[in-house]
Structures are given as structure tokens and as C-alpha cells.
């Protein structure tokens, strides 16, 4: 089912109807309930297959031809979005292919966003580590380094691959793609985030 253009599931033990946009049941015996969110992926298959050799897939052949990569072929109309302490962010397509690393103080927090244009895959990390809040900058494809250390990190997973912070990782954080009209109808009171001048 659709409710705003935007997917509606259903709990099988309660019929309840829940928005996959806000988490939370709109109408059953749960009405008002929350899920919990999980950090998740929404990247090529070729990208995944790259950082997750030994992975399978169950392969559906109908839903296939729908999401290639010709689907964001108009990137201002997707954002990656986030809720931090209540408040819904989101960054657009268009502004993450100029930005592929996006360094962000939200609500006390720092915060990095990634982008690789060739998978489509954005990610949201926690900038802190060992209590001390670390500055990005795009490096080779895939690949970023933070000015306080200089350590290389993979962009899609978060790992630290050569330097002093080597095998430390970046807490991941839920972030979702959607479509920006979507978003905004279910959180008409988010911010659109910029990289700062």
C-alpha cells in the first residue's frame, strides 16, 4: 500500500499499518508505536560485492530493472535523510555529488556524510573518535583522510585503512534515501544541509 506516494507495510501479527518513512505504526492495535531503526544499505550490487566478497543475494527478477543506476538519473530529486535529536535533516543528491565527504555539526554532534557517485551509496557516521571530533576531506574514489591524523578511511564502510587511528571505526548512524518530496511531506520541518563556507 501507498500512503503519500510512500510505502506502507503491515505487521503480520497485528495488522497493524506502519510508514517505513517515520518508523511508526499509523493505524492498528500498535497506533503509535515506533520501530527501532538499523543503519542499512542502498548500494550497488557491484559496490556491495566489492567491500562484502563472501556475500549472496536472493535475486528478484521483477524489482531488478527498477533500480539501476539510470534511476537517479535527476538527483535533485532524491535526498539522503536523518533524524538527530528529534530533528529531520536531509542532504540532496545533487549537493552530495559535488560533496562526496560532507563534514556537519548537528545538534552538538559531529557528523560526516559520504557519497560515491559510481554506487549511489550514502552514509552517515559519527565524527567521533576517542572523544575527539574528526574533519574529513575526499581523498582517491572511496577513500577519505581526516585532518587531525592524517589516517586514510574508507568512505563506504567507515574503516580506518593506514595511519595512526588504523582499525578504528566510525560509528555508523540511519540515515535513509528517499525521494525529497516524500521526505518533506512526512517531516515538512526539515533542514537542508549545505557544506558550511
Do not use: C
Request: glycine content about 6%; overall charge positive; proline content about 5%.
Amino acid at each position: 500500500m501507498l500512503w503519500n506516494r510512500s510505502l506502507v507495510m503491515i505487521d503480520e501479527e497485528t495488522k497493524s499499518l506502519w510508514s517505513h518513512l517515520l518508523g511508526e505504526a499509523m493505524q492498528g492495535p500498535l497506533k503509535g508505536s515506533e520501530l527501532e531503526a538499523l543503519p542499512a544499505e542502498m548500494v550497488t550490487w557491484e559496490a556491495w560485492k566489492r567491500e562484502h566478497p563472501q556475500t549472496t543475494v536472493l535475486n528478484i527478477s521483477r524489482m531488478s530493472r527498477n533500480y539501476v543506476k539510470e534511476f537517479y538519473r535527476r538527483p535533485q530529486r532524491f535526498v539522503f535523510a536523518w533524524v538527530k535529536g528529534g530533528q529531520p535533516y536531509a542532504a540532496g543528491f545533487d549537493t552530495l555529488l559535488k560533496n562526496p565527504v560532507l563534514n556537519l555539526k548537528l545538534e552538538k554532534s559531529a557528523v560526516v556524510v559520504t557519497f560515491d557517485k559510481d554506487s549511489t551509496a550514502a552514509h552517515l557516521f559519527s565524527s567521533v573518535v576517542n572523544d575527539r571530533a574528526l574533519k574529513f576531506v575526499a581523498d582517491k574514489q572511496g577513500r577519505m583522510h581526516d585532518v587531525q591524523t592524517d589516517t586514510i578511511w574508507n568512505s563506504n564502510t567507515g574503516v580506518a585503512l593506514e595511519g595512526p587511528l588504523k582499525g578504528k571505526t566510525l560509528k555508523q548512524l540511519v540515515g535513509i534515501v528517499s525521494y525529497a518530496r516524500a521526505w518533506k511531506v512526512f517531516h515538512p520541518n526539515s533542514k537542508t544541509v549545505r557544506p558550511s563556507t
